[in-house]
C-alpha cells in the first residue's frame, strides 16, 4: 500500500501544482508578481516522484501495484522492466506527463525575465492547464497506482513484442517528446490571439521551439519504422497503420508551421495561416492520443480499450473549439497588408509547400477516420489500405522535392530565370549526368529515376546553401559560426530528406521477395545472395526460448528464430534475422518447418520434408539510407534549434 500511497500522493501534489499555476498566473494578468517558477518546479517534483515510484516498483518487481502485476515479471531484463512504464496505457501517460512537465518548467525558466508580459503570461497559463488535464486523466480514471489486493509472486511480463528489441526504451519517449513539445507553440498561439500580439517577434520565437518537437517527432517515427522493421518480420517499414498516420497528422502541418513562419517573418504574410497551423498541430496530438489510448483503433501500436476515450475527444474538440474561435474575433487584426508578389518567389514555393503538406495531412486524416466514421453509421467495418495512402503520397513526394530544388535558391518577391538558372544550373547537370549514369548501369525504373534526379537536384541547393554560409562566417573571421546560422540546420535536414527518400524508393521499387525451401547444408541464390541453412539451435534463458536456424548469407551468419517468451500466455513469435550494409539489406525470416509435428513454435507445412526449413527471404537495395537519412534530419533539427536569433540571410 505505501508505493500506491506515495504514488498517488504525487500525482495529486502535481495536479494541485497545475491549478496553483493556473490562479498565480491570472493573478500575474492582474499585475501580481509571478509565481510561475515555483508552480511549475512543484509539478515536474510531484511527476518525478510519480515517476520514481513506479520504476522502483518496475525494477523490484513489486507486484502490490496491479499496473506492475500486469507489465512485468521477474524475470523481465532490468532494460524492458524500465521501459515497461510506457508499455501499456496509466503508465505512458506518466511518461507523458513527465515530459510535459518538465517542457513547461523549461519554457518558464527560458521566458523568465518576460514573465511580466502578457503573451508570456497567458502561455504559461496555457500550459498549466494542458498539463492538469493530464494529470487528471491519472488522478482520475487512469490511475497507474491501482493496488493490487492478491498476493502476486509473479507478473505477467510485458506484451512479447516490447521486450524484444531495445528500440522501445528510444522510440517511445522521441513520439512523447515530439507530441508533448507541441504544446509550446500552441500555448503562444493562444497567448497571442487572445492578446492580440500576432505582429511581433513570438511567431518566430515559437518556430525554434517548434523546431525541437518536431525533430524529436521525425526521429521518434523514423525509430519507429526500425523497429518495426527489425521486430514484426514483415520486411517492411510503414504500412499506413493507423496510429502510425496520428503520429504523421501532426508531423505534417509542424512542418508546414516550420517554413512559412519564415514568410511571416520576412514579408508579414501567413499569419491567420500559421496561428492556425499551431493550433491544428496540438490538435492532432489530442487526436493521436485518442487513437492510441481508447481502443477505437486495432494495431500493433495502441492500447487496449479504456474509457478515456470521452475525455481525450473532448478535449480535441474544446482545443479546436478555442482556436476557431480566437482566429474568427482576431481575424481583421491578422490580415496582412501584402501579398504574394510572384507565384514563382521564395514565398510563392512556401505557399505551394504549405498546400501539400496540408492537403496529404486532409488526405490522411481522411483516411485514417474514415472506417470509425463508416463503422458507426452502417455497423459494418471497412479498412482504408497502403494503395489509397500511396497514390497520393507518391505525386506529393515529387513535388516536395522539386521544391526542394528550388526554394532554397529563388529569390524573395521575385522571379528571374536567368538568376535562377545560374544558380540551380551545376545541380541540374550533376542530377542530369546522374540519371545517365544510372541508365547506362541498367536502371531504367521511372520512380527510381525521378527520384534521383531531383534528390541530385535537393541536395545540390542545399550544399550551395551551406557554402555560402560557410563562406559568409570565412569573411567574418568566425567558421565555427556557421553551424549556428539559421540556414545550417534546414539544410542538413534537407540532405537527410534526400538521403531518405532515395533510400526509400530504391529499396520498395527493387524489392524482392521469395520463400525458400532448405534442408540441412543445402544452398540456393535468391537475388544474388547466396542462403544457406546449417541447422537448428536452441537457446534458453529465464526470459525466452529460442528456436534459431542456423543460416549464412553470402558467408555471413545469421539466426532467424522462432521466440517464446515467458507470461502473457507464452504466445510463440518470429525474430527475424538482417544482414545490413550501405548497398543491401538481406531479410531471413523462419517461416516454416516441414514434418508432421514441432515443439519450436514454427507453422508446420506437411507438404515440406522433414528436417528442411522454409525461409522467408527480402533483398532491399539501400534500406539503410533511410535510417541514416533519419538521423540527419534529427542532426539538423538539434542545429536549427540551436541556431543564432536573426533573421535568415538572403540567398546571394
Known amino acids: 500500500m505505501i508505493l500506491t500511497w506515495l504514488g498517488r500522493l504525487a500525482l495529486d501534489a502535481a495536479f494541485l501544482a497545475c491549478v496553483g499555476g493556473v490562479i498565480s498566473q491570472a493573478r500575474t494578468l492582474r499585475g501580481r508578481p509571478s509565481r510561475a517558477v515555483l508552480f511549475g518546479a512543484l509539478a515536474l517534483a ?54 510535459l512537465t518538465g517542457l ?68 517511445p519517449p522521441l513520439l512523447y517528446a515530439g507530441f508533448v513539445g507541441f504544446a509550446v507553440p500552441f500555448a503562444f498561439a493562444i497567448a497571442m490571439l487572445v492578446t492580440g500580439r500576432v ?87 489530442v487526436l493521436g492520443t485518442f487513437f492510441t489510448r481508447s481502443g477505437v483503433l486495432q494495431s500493433v501500436h495502441s492500447f487496449s480499450s479504456s474509457t478515456l476515450g470521452p475525455l481525450l475527444i473532448g478535449f480535441f474538440f474544446v482545443t479546436v473549439g478555442a482556436g476557431v474561435a480566437l482566429v474568427i474575433w482576431r481575424g481583421d487584426e491578422l490580415r496582412s497588408p501584402v501579398g504574394v508578389d510572384h507565384p514563382a518567389s521564395r514565398e510563392g514555393m512556401f505557399v505551394a509547400n504549405n498546400v501539400l503538406f496540408v492537403g496529404f495531412a486532409f488526405v490522411v486524416l481522411l483516411g485514417t477516420v474514415f472506417p470509425l466514421l463508416y463503422e458507426a453509421v452502417n455497423g459494418s ?62 536502371v531504367h525504373h521511372a520512380a527510381v529515376l525521378v527520384t534521383v534526379f531531383l534528390a541530385v537536384g535537393a541536395a545540390g541547393a542545399a550544399l550551395r546553401t551551406l557554402k555560402g554560409v560557410v563562406l559568409s562566417a570565412r569573411r567574418r573571421g568566425d567558421l565555427a559560426s556557421a553551424w549556428r546560422a539559421p540556414s545550417t540546420g534546414g539544410m542538413v535536414v534537407h540532405l537527410g530528406v534526400v538521403v531518405l527518400a532515395v533510400g526509400i524508393v530504391v529499396s520498395t521499387s527493387y524489392t524482392s521477395r521469395s520463400e525458400v525451401t532448405l534442408a540441412k547444408g543445402q544452398r540456393t541464390v535468391v537475388a544474388g545472395q547466396s542462403v544457406g541453412f546449417a541447422g537448428f539451435a536452441t537457446v534458453a534463458d529465464p526470459l525466452e526460448k529460442q528456436t534459431q536456424l542456423v ?11 522462432i521466440t517464446t517468451f515467458n507470461g502473457r500466455g507464452a504466445q510463440p513469435v518470429g525474430t527475424p534475422a538482417i544482414d545490413s550494409n550501405l548497398l543491401r539489406d538481406v531479410y531471413v525470416t523462419f517461416d516454416a518447418v516441414g514434418g508432421n509435428g514441432t515443439t519450436s513454435g514454427a507453422q508446420v507445412a506437411s507438404n515440406v520434408p522433414a528436417g528442411s526449413v522454409v525461409l ?37
Do not use: K
Open 104 to 171: 513547461t518548467l523549461a519554457v518558464i525558466r527560458h521566458y523568465r525575465d518576460d514573465s511580466s508580459d502578457a503573451v508570456v503570461a497567458w502561455a504559461t497559463l496555457v500550459l498549466f492547464v494542458v498539463g492538469g488535464f493530464f494529470i487528471l486523466l491519472m488522478v482520475g480514471p487512469a490511475d497507474p497506482f491501482v493496488h493490487n489486493p492478491a498476493h502476486v509472486l509473479q507478473g505477467a511480463g510485458p506484451n512479447a513484442l516490447l521486450q524484444d528489441n531495445p528500440l522501445v526504451a528510444v522510440h
Open 381 to 442: 467495418q471497412v479498412t482504408v489500405g497502403t494503395p489509397y495512402f500511396a497514390t497520393v503520397a507518391a505525386p506529393v513526394a515529387v513535388v516536395l522535392l522539386f521544391l526542394m530544388c528550388l526554394a532554397p535558391v529563388v529569390s524573395w518577391r521575385t522571379a528571374d530565370a536567368a538568376v535562377l538558372w545560374t544558380r540551380v544550373r551545376v545541380a541540374a547537370w550533376a542530377a542530369l549526368a546522374t540519371v545517365v549514369a544510372l541508365l547506362v548501369a541498367g
Open 551 to 561: 543460416v549464412s548469407v553470402d558467408g555471413n551468419p545469421l539466426r532467424p528464430a
Open 616 to 652: 522467408g527471404v527480402t533483398v532491399e537495395p539501400l534500406l539503410s539510407w533511410l535510417w541514416i537519412g533519419g538521423l540527419m534530419v534529427g542532426v539538423g533539427s538539434a542545429l536549427s534549434f540551436g541556431r543564432r536569433r536573426h533573421r535568415e540571410e538572403p540567398v546571394e
Open 199 to 285: 505582429h511581433d517577434r513570438w511567431p518566430l520565437e515559437q518556430r525554434r521551439w517548434t523546431v525541437l518537437a518536431w525533430g524529436c517527432l521525425s526521429v521518434g517515427i523514423v525509430l519507429g519504422a526500425w523497429w518495426s522493421y527489425q521486430v514484426l518480420g514483415w520486411g517492411g517499414f510503414w504500412g499506413w497503420d493507423p496510429v502510425e498516420n496520428a503520429a504523421l497528422l501532426p508531423w505534417l502541418t509542424a512542418t508546414a508551421y516550420i517554413h512559412s513562419v519564415i514568410v511571416q517573418d520576412r514579408r508579414g504574410l501567413f499569419r491567420i495561416w500559421n496561428l492556425s497551423l499551431a493550433i491544428a498541430t496540438f490538435a492532432f496530438t
Open 46 to 99: 510531484g511527476m518525478v516522484v510519480a515517476v520514481a515510484v513506479m520504476q522502483f516498483a518496475l525494477v523490484t518487481h513489486n507486484f502490490s501495484l496491479a499496473y506492475v502485476a500486469e507489465n512485468n515479471a521477474t524475470f523481465t531484463p532490468l532494460i524492458y522492466s524500465i521501459t515497461g512504464m510506457w508499455s501499456a496505457l496509466e503508465g505512458s501517460l506518466l511518461l507523458w506527463a513527465l515530459i
